[in-house]
C-alpha cells in the first residue's frame, strides 16, 4: 500500500481496511458459533453399570468408589457422610439408579442428579421449631463461581449446628424458609472449590438474600467438574481476602491490589491499576509514582524478578506494557527490609502475573474499543512494514543500519557513494490520510497439569494476548506568555505557539508459559516466562508560528511545518526460574532460590522528519535554505536510526532457619549483572556541496551560500510538499551536484555501551516477643556496586573516548516492628531503614538526544552522585472480625534525601539559544519528604436493605509535603550557573493524591457496577535552572541595558491535576459466558502541562492585564500575564465493550 495523498487516504488503504474489517466480523461470528456449539449435549444416564463390595465403611468412602466408575461427579460434605456406617454392600453390574435408591432407602441418603453432577445431602429427621406466635424468616440466594460468576447447580448448603441443608437447583438457586429468627451461619461445598461459610439473617416475615461466590480450590490433585453438558474446571485467582490476609501478614508496610479488586474495575493495563492503590499516582500514563516520589525513585519487579528500564531517557518501567488479562495482583512495598533490593526509595512494585492451576481450563476473550475524536475519524499515517500490527518492523525501515559502514577505531567514516545512500534507505517517504478504525483486542488462557509420577504433578499456564489500538490527539504547544513576542523584545524572541496533528498506531503481543513442578509437599520448582513486543507507529504534523500579535502576524503568516514518520518498537522478555525446598523436622530449614534472565530491546528504525518554511501559506524545504543553525543541522529533513539492548541477569538464594516458633534467621546473597548498548545513526538531506561548511556559519555567511552561490538548481532544493513522494530519487539527487545530497552525521559520541554489577549480602532475624503480640525483623543489607560506562566526546575539537566508573559500597540497616492487640484484628507498624538511589546510564552519559516527537533534547550529567536516603513509617492497622475482605489503616512517612537526582529544564528564551526544550539533571542537595495516607475499604452491609449488601466503597489518599534546598554555585559547577533554592517542591512530587470508588456486585445476577474516580496534585515536571523569581533577574538590570543571562532562562515546568472518572459494568449472559462495557476519562480533562512564570510552583493562570504598547513601533494589543500553558491536549473518553468466554 503506497499512500498517494495527504488529503484522503487512498483507495488501496480503504480496500485493505474494509479486508480487515471483514476477518473482524468472520473471526467474531466464528467464535460466537464455537461458544454457541460448545454446549452439544453429552450423555450422562442413570443406567450406567456399577460394581461394589465393601464391609465396615461409610457412605463418603461408598461415593467415592462409584464416583470414579461414572461419568457423573458427586458433590457432598464428606466430614457429614463419614459420620454414617455401612455394614456390608455387594452389588454386581447394579445400574447407577438403582444403587443410589438403595442408598437413599437404608441410609436416608438424598440424591439430586443435574446434568452431569449429582448432589448428596442427609435426609431431614426433624424440622426446626417455628414458635407459634412469630413468623419465620426466609433465607435464599444463589451459588455462583468466582471468577465467572457461572451458576453451581448441586452445591451442598447447610445451616450450622443443625441437621438442615439442602442443594442448589439447576440455576444454582438455595432456599431456607420459615426459620426461627436470628442469626445462621451458611455452610457451603462443592467439589472442586474450598468450602466456605457466610453469616445470614433471618427476620420475621421477611426474605433475605444472601449470594455466594466459591472459590476453587487449590489443592495439589487436578480437580474436573461435569457440570451440564461440558466440562469446566473452577480457576480462582487472587482475591480480596487472600491479598488483605498477605498484607496483614507482611513484615513492612505494604499495599496491594488483588485480581478480584482488578475484575472490578475499566483499567486496561497495570498503569491505570495502580492508580487504585493507596499513595500512588501515575506520570505520563505509564511510570508509577509512590508517595509523591518521582519515578527513578521506585523498582519494579515482574514474578520476582527485577526488570529492566524500558526507557531511553530516564531510570523507569512503563506499567502500560502490561495487559490486565495477565496480571493476578500488584503489591507496593513501602517500607525497606534486609532481603529487598537497595535502589529503592519510593517503594518497591511486585507484579505477579496470573499462574499455573490445578485444572485444566481454557478461557477467551474479545474486546472492541471507541476513543472519542480518534475511532472513525481521519488521522496521519505513512506506509510501514507489513508487520506493523503486530509491533515487528519487518526490516523495511533498517536498512542504513545494515548497509552503510559505521566508525573506524580512529573514530573516522569511511565515505559511501551518495547513489549507494540513496538507495540504502526506503524511497516511501510520502505521508497521508487514513480513517481510524476501532481498537481491538483478544486474549486466551489455557490452564492444563498432569501427574509425572506417584507425588510430583506438572502445571501449565499458557496466555496469548493481542492488542492494536488508535489514537488521535491534537497538541497545543506555547512558550512564553500569549503575545510575549510582540512586548519582551530580544529575552522573548524565541517564543513559538505549535499546533501538532498527532496519530499513533500501535499494535502489541503479548506470550506468557508459566510451568510449576510439585515434586511433593516440601519442594517444587517453577519456570515463568513473559515475552513482550509493542510496535508504535507515530505520525506527526506540526505547524509553528511566532507567539506574537495577530496583527503582527497578518503581514507575513511565518509558518514552519514539521511532519514526523516514527516508529519504535519495545521488545521484553523476562524469564525466572525459581526453587522452594522445605526440608527438616517441622521444616525449619526454608531454601528459595531464584535465577533472572532479563533482556529489552528498543527500536526506532528510521525515524524522519520533513521540515518545511513558508509565508502565507505556501511551504517549501527549510534545511540549507534557512539561516539558522539548528535549520542547517536538521536539514531539509532527516533520518535517524536508535537502538537500545539491555540484558540483566539476576541470581538469589534466600535460606530461613526456624530455631523456635518464635524465633526465625534469614540470610542470603543476591547478584546482578546489567549490560546496556545504545546507538544513533543520523542522516540529513541538504543542498550539495555542503562538505566542510561550518554550519553554524550560516547566520552571518551571505545570502548565496543557501545556492551554493548560484550554483543549486532552486526546483530541485525548494522542494514543496506536495513533491515529496518524489523526492527521494536520482532526480532530486543528481551527481552534478545541482540538487540534494544526503549527509552522515553520524558521530561517535551518539553511542554508549555501559554495565552495572551488583553484588549484596544480608542477614536478618524474626523475633515475637510479648506472647506473639510484638513481632521485630530487623538486620543489615550490604551492597557493592559498580557502573561502567564508555563513550566518546568533543575535546579540543578532537573525538576521544571516556570512561566513567562509578563504584560504591553502601551499608543499610532496617528494623520493622509490628504489635498485635489481643483480638488481633487492629495491629501497629513502624519501620526504619536506609536505601540508595544510583544515577541510570543514561542519566550520567554525556550522550545528548533528540525528542522529535516531543520537541525535546536530552543529555546525561556525568558528575551525578547517588542519593542516599532514611525512610520512617508508621502505620495502623484494623482488620474488622466479621468482615474479612474489609480494611482501615492510616499511616505517616517521612523521607530524608542527600543528594536527591532531580529532571532539569536547562532551557533559554532567548535568540542567543534557539533550540528546542533541553532536558538534563543534577542533584539538589538535600530534601525531606514527609506526609500522610490512608486506605478504606469498607462494605455497606450494615446499612438495612438487600441492595446494600452487595454494595461496597474503597476509599484511599494522601497528603504530601516535600522542601528540597541547593546551595548556590558559580559557572563552573555541574550544570553552569544557577541560583540557590530552599523548601522548594521536589521534582516530580505530588501534594495529595486521591483514590475513591463505589462497588457494586450481585453474584446471584451476575452483575458487576463499578464507578471510580483518581485525582493527584500538580508536580513539577522539570526544574528550571534557576528556581525564583529573584534569580531570574530583570530583563532591565544587566549591564550596558542588556539583559543578564538569567533573564534568558525558562522557568518550572508544572504537570497539572487531572480529575478522572471511569465506570465499569459487567454482566453474564449465560454460564460462563461475560459481556463488560467499560467507559474510561468519562470526564475527559486535558493534560496540561504549564511554565510557572511566577515561581511559585502554583498554577495562577494567565491573563490579559490590559491594552499595552508593544516592543516594536506601532504595535499594541492585550499583555498576558501569569503561568502560561507549555503543553495541552485530550485523550478522549474510551469505551470498550468485550466479550469472555470460559470453557
Known sequence: MQIKSKKIWDQSQKRRSHA???????????????????????????????????????????????????????????????????????WQYLSLQQALEELKNRYQLNYLPIGGTISFSIAEKQTLPVHSETKGGTIKGRIVDFETSQPLPGASVQLEGTVKGTVTDTRGYYEFRDLPIGKYNLLIS?????????????????SNTYDIKMTAGKSLDAVIIKAGSRRVSPVTFSTDREIISEIRGANAVVSGISNEQINKM?????????????????????????RGMNPRYNQTYLNGA??????????????????????????????????????????????FTKNAQPVRHFDIGIQTGIRTGTTFKEGNTYQGGHLDWLGFDDGTRTAPSRLLPGFAANYGKAPVAQVKMLQAFSPDIQNGRKMMSPDIQGFINYFDNVRVSAHARLYNFTMVNYTRENRIQQVYRQTGNLYSMSFAGMTQDANRITHADQSMEK???????????????????????????????????????????????????????????????????????????????????????????????????????????????????AGSNMTSYRDVFLGMMNRSFITNNEKNYQGALDYTYTITPLLKIKAGAYGLFKNREVERRFFQVNRAGLDGVNLAGFEFAPPGIHDNYGWSDPNLIQFKEEEMNRVWSAGYFPANGKGLAIYNDSQPTDSYVADERNLAFYAMGDWQLLNKRLNIIGGLRVEHDRQRLSVAIVQNGAFIPLLLEKPLNVWLPSVNATYSFADSTMLFRAGYGKTV?????????????????????????????????????????WYPKAHPGEIINAGVFYKYLTHPIEQIRDDQSGAVSFLPTNISYWNADKAVVYGIEAEVRKSLSFIPGNVFRNLSIMLNGALIRSRASKAPVGDSAQQGFYSAFKNRQLQGQAPYVLNTGLFYENPGWGLKFSLTYNISGPTINAVSKVSTKEGHGDAETGPNGNPTAQAFIRPNLLELPRHQLDLSISQRLFKSMNVRLNIQNLLD????????????????????????????????????????????????????????YAF
Not at 453399570?49 to 468412602?61: E, G, R, W, Y
Not at 462409584?66 to 459420620?83: E, G, H
Not at 506494557?321 to 513501602?334: A, E, H, N, Q
Not at 514552519?560 to 525449619?588: A, P
Open 306 to 351: 527485577l526488570a529492566p528500564s524500558t526507557e531511553l531517557y530516564t531510570h523507569a518501567f512503563a506499567l502500560d506494557l502490561l495487559p490486565t488479562p495477565i496480571i493476578d495482583r500488584i503489591l507496593i512495598f513501602k517500607s525497606p527490609t534486609p532481603d529487598v533490593y537497595g535502589d529503592v526509595t519510593g517503594g518497591s512494585v511486585k507484579i
Open 507 to 621: 499494535g502489541r503481543l503479548n506470550i506468557m508459559e508459566n510451568l510449576l513442578l510439585k515434586l511433593n509437599e516440601h519442594h517444587s520448582i517453577e519456570l515463568k516466562n513473559f515475552f513482550l513486543n509493542e510496535g508504535n507507529k507515530n505520525t506527526s504534523v506540526s505547524i509553528s508560528q511566532y507567539n506574537q500579535l495577530p496583527k503582527q502576524d497578518s503581514a507575513q503568516q511565518i509558518r514552519s511545518k514539521d511532519i514526523l514518520e516514527n516508529f519504535e518498537q519495545r521488545t521484553l522478555y523476562s524469564g525466572n526460574l525459581r526453587g522452594i525446598h522445605q526440608v527438616g523436622t517441622n521444616r525449619r530449614h526454608h531454601v528459595a532460590w531464584n535465577l533472572g534472565y532479563n533482556y529489552y530491546r528498543q527500536l526506532i528504525p528510521d525515524q524522519r522528519n520533513i521540515r518545511f518554511f513558508g509565508q502565507n501559506g505556501f511551504f517549501n524545504a
Open 266 to 290: 475499566a483499567d486496561r493495563n497495570a498503569a491505570e491499576i495502580v492508580k487504585r492503590i493507596p499513595g500512588i499516582t501515575v506520570a505520563d500514563d505509564r511510570f508509577i509514582v509512590i
Open 837 to 877: 538511589n544510583r544515577p541510570e546510564f543514561r542519566e550520567i552519559s554525556p550522550f545528548s538526544d533528540y525528542d522529535f516527537l516531543n520537541d525535546l533534547t536530552i543529555r546525561g550529567n556525568p558528575n551525578l552522585l547517588t542519593a542516599r536516603i532514611d525512610n520512617y513509617d508508621l502505620r495502623w492497622e
Open 20 to 90: 480487515l474489517f471483514r476477518q473482524a466480523l468472520t473471526i467474531c461470528f466464528c467464535w460466537l458459533m464455537l461458544i454457541s456449539t460448545a454446549g452439544i449435549a453429552q450423555s450422562y444416564n442413570l443406567s450406567e453399570k456399577v460394581t461394589l463390595s465393601v464391609t465396615h465403611t461409610n457412605i463418603a468412602d461408598v461415593l467415592e468408589v462409584l464416583d470414579k466408575q461414572t461419568n457423573f461427579s458427586f458433590t457432598y460434605s464428606k466430614t457429614t457422610l463419614r459420620k454414617i456406617a455401612v455394614g456390608n454392600i455387594s
Open 1085 to 1140: 480533562q486535558a493534560v496540561r502541562i504549564v511554565e510557572d512564570q511566577d515561581y511559585d510552583n502554583k498554577y495562577t493562570a494567565e491573563k490579559n492585564t490590559g491594552y499595552m504598547p508593544g516592543a516594536y513601533p506601532g504595535v499594541s494589543g492585550p499583555l498576558y500575564k501569569g503561568d502560561n500553558i507549555f503543553r495541552r491536549f485530550n485523550t478522549g473518553r474510551y469505551m470498550a465493550l468485550s466479550f469472555t
Open 190 to 206: 462443592y467439589i472442586g472449590y474450598l468450602r466456605n461459610s457466610i453469616l445470614a439473617m433471618a427476620e420475621e416475615g421477611k
